[in-house]
């Protein structure tokens, strides 16, 4: 690695500069001109996986990667999480750091972004960690799925758009992010279904993916892309823009190629 060079947390940088031709091109974004910038963040073990089979909340990253992941959170307008990651990892989606609160107010953001939630079938305990908390909006989008009594007790802490379909429409909600809650950059914190759906639509432009030093095997333990048997539609086409190690572990980030569209 000749061009790397040491970084302020000690570790090992290779900036965009230095990672091919491609990197230094501006991106394209004619795609997201009706929708929030999206920025996936991620870690996974050196075979891919992002948890265990059981799906059960696992440690398996460093102090670093959690600062890394609040600070991906800190710079987003608003934080999006699927249901299930809600229910199992149990988080507030809060910025503990006091710094990471002051650079946003000092960038004219709010102090916490806007928590926004998703799912179908809308059966979301009122009682998780995330409801306790008043930081910042809660923006639940679900569907009329959602059974009366659970709407009644989340109006009490959230906003519900429920939409008609019998599946959130993603692409309309970033829209209605952008247009109704000014929401111009979504931190998108998983999970792998979630991570997947938006991916297929063409709806990621940035992946934050840490590679920590484990190996879990097991087809049933999810990779990025969850535990689906199919190819995704097309391949997605990722250009590294960032390589950080820090200890023993790897900060990549890619930005996600979109096909360029066709006019017709
Ligand atoms: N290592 C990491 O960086 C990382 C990051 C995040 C999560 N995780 C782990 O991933 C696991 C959870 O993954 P997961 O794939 O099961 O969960 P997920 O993507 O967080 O949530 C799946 C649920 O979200 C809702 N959902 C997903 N796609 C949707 C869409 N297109 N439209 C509407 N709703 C949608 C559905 O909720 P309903 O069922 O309510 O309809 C679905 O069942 C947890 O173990 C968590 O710890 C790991």
């Given at each position: 690695m000749r061009s790397a060079k040491r970084n302020n947390a000690g570790g090992i940088s290779v900036s965009r500069s230095k990672l091919g031709r491609g990197a230094r091109r501006r991106p394209d974004r004619s795609h997201i001109s009706r929708r929030p910038f999206v920025a996936a963040t991620f870690a996974m073990t050196v075979d891919g996986k992002v948890t265990t089979r059981n799906f059960s909340p696992v440690d398996f990253t460093s102090r670093e990667d959690k600062l890394h992941l609040f600070r991906q959170r800190a710079l987003a307008d608003a934080v999006l999480v699927g249901h299930s990651t809600l229910k199992r990892d149990n988080v507030r989606l809060g910025l503990p750091q006091a710094d990471l609160r002051e650079a946003r107010i000092?960038?004219?953001q709010m102090p916490y972004p806007i928590?926004?939630?998703?799912?179908?079938?809308?059966?979301?305990d009122n009682r998780l960690n995330?409801?306790?908390?008043?930081i910042s909006p809660i923006i639940i989008f679900s569907t009329r799925r959602m059974p009366p009594q659970y709407r009644q007790a989340l109006r009490q802490k959230a906003t519900l758009h429920l939409s008609k379909a019998e599946h959130v429409d993603l692409a309309a909600m970033l829209r209605i992010l952008r247009e109704k809650y000014k929401v111009r950059t979504v931190a998108c914190e998983g999970g792998p279904t979630l991570f997947r759906?938006?991916?297929?639509r063409g709806l990621v432009d940035q992946l934050n993916l840490t590679v920590a030093p484990y190996m879990f095997g097991g087809a049933n333990a999810p990779t990025l892309t969850g535990l689906s048997k199919e190819f995704l539609s097309a391949s997605v086409h990722c250009g590294l823009i960032d390589m950080r190690v820090v200890g023993q572990e790897c900060f990549l980030t890619y930005r996600i190629k979109h096909p360029r569209r066709r006019w017709k």
């Open positions: 000092e960038r004219g928590r926004v939630i998703v799912s179908n079938e809308g059966k979301i995330i409801f306790q908390s008043d759906a938006l991916l297929e």
